[in-house]
């Protein structure tokens, strides 16, 4: 049966920090308290159950209980799990912790002893995460990184501030999201509602702007969900292979007008034949592209090239020359395609030979990370889509100030139109 006494202290910290952040209503009463004496402190999920050892709770005073509500509800706003998600995790950590402990120190509550802060390692104030774990990595890189024990408010606040901590810790927290967790969904919910709630409030209680790393936050909250990449390519797709065939339509007597068989004087006119625009998909096989991402994207875009009605495509590779020349294909064999390749990049090549083609291409789709050469201008009768996927390197650019540039985001949700 849990602690009475754990609990009784954790409903009047609750109703402090309340009283304190109204503002923040939404995001601790979206925290999910459940008795774990297995652990030191306290932590909280990714499914927000804040997981808390009674006996910690009850050596705090009711106004660092409700400090560590408020720190905890900070990490679900910020999503300081998924930050710098190839960083150090014990830096990483920390470094969420510090500017959320700073921005708690300005409401006046207090938090649990221990609690990590930007004087502890002789940082200014005011910085985001990001810029925290540059300053902690570079103490480390020079081996004055102070060796401190990590806890609750310092580097250890659980799965939702991307610390599963032990193995024993990662299992405790998966069976407790199990049980009563809250999915992801409801959790997305909840950040973005409570990202407009914060806004309106800091700004009705007059206390002036929020700190950067929590307007950072808000903003990308608060911001309108992206179309996935897919999407954008198939209504770029379908609006210029629109044109290019009412532009391209004629009249031929190869189809005769249904109209001619209703006329009395027998005489026969040529019907409207649609023009079928030929697409030509180009592969950028150069070494800097991350071959898993660029495989992934195209077979994506295949799926996309059905869509828009294409049966059959023109498919070349290259980098910084044609490694294969253009070859018309169905979709069903561009899933089996070999990379050649590998070499340096080189736009100019495959847009110069595209040009050349018979029967000239009328779109062309150029998958790369960017990192190359093009041409000046636009190539004249070509339409040109860059669908950027990310390097090896991590880098991606547009390839030219001209055609249409999209941006493949691997760990976008996929859009249901």
Known sequence: MPDTDALHKLAKARAIALKKLPYFSTLIYALVPFEAPECESAFVTPGLVMGYNPDFIKKCTEEEAAGLYVHEANHIVRVSRLRIPDGDPDLRQIAADIPINEDIKLTGLALPNGGVFASTYGFPTGKTMEEYYDLLKNLKDKNKLPNKKQDVCNGQCGG????????????????????????????????????????????????????????????????????????????????????????????????????AFARDDGIVKPGLVSYEPEILLCLDTSGSMGQDELQTSFREAIGVVRAVGAKSVWFMQADAAVTAKPKLTSIRELKSMTIKGRGGTDFR???????????????????????????????????????????????????????????VEQDAEPCDD
């Open 160 to 259: 939702i501030a991307g610390s599963g901590g032990s193995p024993s810790q990662e299992q405790l927290e998966k069976e407790l999201d199990e049980q009563v967790g809250r999915p992801q969904a409801d959790v997305k919910g909840k950040q973005k509602a409570a990202a407009e709630e914060i806004r309106k409030g800091v700004s009705a209680q007059g206390r002036g702007n929020v700190s950067a790393d929590l307007q950072q936050c808000i903003d990308l909250l608060d911001a309108p969900p992206k179309v996935h990449w897919t999407a954008e390519l198939r209504h770029t797709l379908s609006r210029s292979l629109n044109k290019i065939a009412m532009g391209g339509s004629d009249y031929s007597m190869s189809r005769p007008s249904t109209r």
């Open 349 to 407: 090549p495959a847009i110069k030979h595209a040009r050349t083609m018979k029967p000239k291409p009328d779109i062309l789709i150029y998958f790369t990370d960017g990192d190359g050469y093009a041409p000046a201008e636009k190539p004249k009768g070509l339409s040109v889509v860059w669908c950027v996927v990310p390097s090896r390197y991590g880098r991606s650019q547009a390839p030219a100030p001209w055609g249409k540039t999209i941006f």
